[in-house]
């Protein structure tokens, strides 16, 4: 049996590192940020019977990372009755966030048409979210199932954003920004955005401007609100493997860089 190299049992340490964490349901708590705990008060303060409306706008790529936001929120809003109107603007998002709405609905037991409906993917952005402004069911005819938009009682009382308590844009790219010009800017809409890690900094500047109420971000962001919500998921197993990789990774490097010390002061040319 050939022996494992050095770099093969780096491969499976790091491997176990980020596994186990989740094979093994371990979620420590994590103590929610600020900026995580504004969105989540901003959700909280819905009364039932509200409607937000909520825009898939990343693509696949990036799901993985989305998917722990986009469900803690779906949960959080279904807790609280409040109704969510789903679309999306990127076409990778569509049906992904079909999947995740209609998952979070039928796990909280809610009425397709009456608490949730989801109108699938328009093409062209900018006209999209403009359109909105107007008549939702001009710019969605139907939903993303076939059914005539108008039918669904959801959308006999939602006609266009003054229906709407806030916009929440789950995105990995500047798809927020897009939304601040053509929907928070000439009609006053409240908007939320959950993002990518990565993005988070880009839009610092539209919280302290006000254009944008709130965000959460990363998996960081969804383990924070998961805590909030006291229902520990995807996001908090998904930190914990990420913090124990880390860790990991850098006792591998301490532990080679003190095997090579010890390698080098040994050698017989080490003395010439």
């Known amino acids: 049996m050939t022996k494992?190299?050095?770099?093969?049992?780096?491969?499976?340490?790091?491997?176990?590192?980020v596994t186990l964490p989740v094979l093994l349901q371990l979620h420590p708590a994590n103590e929610p940020s600020d900026e995580t705990r504004n969105f989540f008060?901003?959700?909280?303060?819905?009364?039932?019977?509200?409607?937000?409306?909520?825009?898939?706008?990343f693509e696949a790529s990036a799901?993985?990372?989305i998917k722990p936001l986009g469900d803690a929120l779906v949960r959080h809003a279904f807790a609280r009755n409040v109704r969510i109107l789903g679309l999306s603007l990127f076409a990778e998002g569509t049906a992904l966030g079909a999947q995740l709405l209609q998952s979070a609905a039928d796990e909280a037991g809610k009425t397709y048409g009456v608490?949730?409906?989801?109108?699938g993917f328009r093409p062209q952005f900018r006209s999209a979210?403009?359109?909105?402004?107007?008549?939702?069911?001009?710019?969605f005819p139907s939903d993303y199932y076939g059914?005539?938009?108008?039918?669904?009682p959801l959308l006999r009382e939602v006609v266009n954003y003054d229906n709407l308590a806030f916009v929440v844009s789950l995105a990995d790219g500047s798809m927020p920004t897009y939304w601040v010009e053509h929907a928070v800017l000439p009609y006053k809409v409240r908007l939320l955005t959950m993002l990518t890690a990565t993005m988070?900094?880009?839009?610092?500047?539209?919280?302290?401007?006000?254009?944008?109420?709130?965000?959460?971000?990363?998996?960081k962001g969804a383990a924070e609100y998961e805590t909030l919500l006291k229902q520990p998921a995807a996001g908090a197993r998904g930190m914990f493997a990420l913090s124990v990789a880390q860790i990991v990774i850098v006792l591998i490097?301490?532990?080679g860089n003190v095997a090579d010390r010890r390698r080098r002061s040994t050698s017989p040319e080490a003395g010439n």
Not at 129 to 139: G, H, M, R, V, Y
Not at 200 to 219: C, E, H
């Open 4 to 17: 494992p190299s050095g770099r093969q049992i780096v491969f499976l340490v790091v491997a176990l590192a």
């Open 41 to 57: 008060a901003a959700i909280d303060s819905l009364p039932a019977g509200a409607t937000i409306l909520v825009s898939f706008d």
């Open 63 to 65: 799901y993985a990372e």
């Open 115 to 119: 608490d949730y409906a989801f109108l």
């Open 129 to 139: 979210i403009l359109a909105l402004a107007d008549t939702i069911t001009k710019e």
């Open 147 to 152: 059914r005539r938009s108008a039918g669904l």
């Open 200 to 219: 988070a900094t880009s839009f610092s500047p539209y919280i302290s401007s006000g254009q944008i109420v709130a965000l959460a971000s990363g998996l």
């Open 253 to 255: 490097i301490v532990a």
